[in-house]
């Protein structure tokens, strides 16, 4: 078993084409063998917003701190602390920093599936 | 997409053997058709806990709020809110509420996987 803060994981700025302001942690990933599924951390600052695309794959996000705005291919929606968000594959989405502190979001995704094993 | 606080989930007691003052709530499963893997809540008073078990399959978990003691097969790990932790496929476990208000967390686990398809 391994316990430790969100903050005792590296953090590191979020380079993909469309994202500002936004930083990752890892929290589990390849390092514990995680087959199945990722576990990462996303803080987005004031104004700042993850990319707008789509992909093969989910997401399962549990907001943390702060609050924004989804876009989603039924438009608009409002989060904040407390809210399950779940963006089914291929669907587009970007999340936008929309409040006046840092918004803070866990999001999960699929690790690939080797069904060869 | 779906956005919904989490207590516009539905909350049961956890009727495992074993458990004591333990509740849960599906945030994203079979619901959703989450395929790869399943969030859920769990809230345990004060004194309370999950079962000591283990199981062939990993928990990933974000401590929401409280405090509690995690007994572990390398000893007993105490942890609070803003702790994830991990625990691989296999390993005993149990999450037992020490603190005086609520514990909250978020439990993800595999969902079964078809390789037929």
Not at 19 to 45: C, D, T, W, Y
Not at 83 to 89: K, M, R
């Amino acid at each position: 078993m391994k316990v430790q803060p969100i903050e005792a994981h590296e953090q590191n700025p979020v380079q993909m084409d469309g994202a500002s302001g936004a930083k990752m942690r890892m929290l589990i990933g390849p390092a514990e063998q995680a087959k199945n599924f990722h576990m990462r951390h996303f803080s987005v600052e004031p104004g700042g917003y993850t990319p707008h695309h789509q992909h093969d794959y989910e997401h399962e996000i549990v907001v943390l701190k702060g609050s924004g705005v989804a876009k989603s291919e039924q438009g608009d929606r409002e989060f904040s602390a407390g809210d399950i968000i779940w963006v089914p594959a291929n669907e587009m989405h970007q999340f936008q920093n929309t409040g006046g502190d840092a918004l803070e979001f866990i999001c999960l995704i699929p690790a690939p599936m080797d069904c060869s094993k």
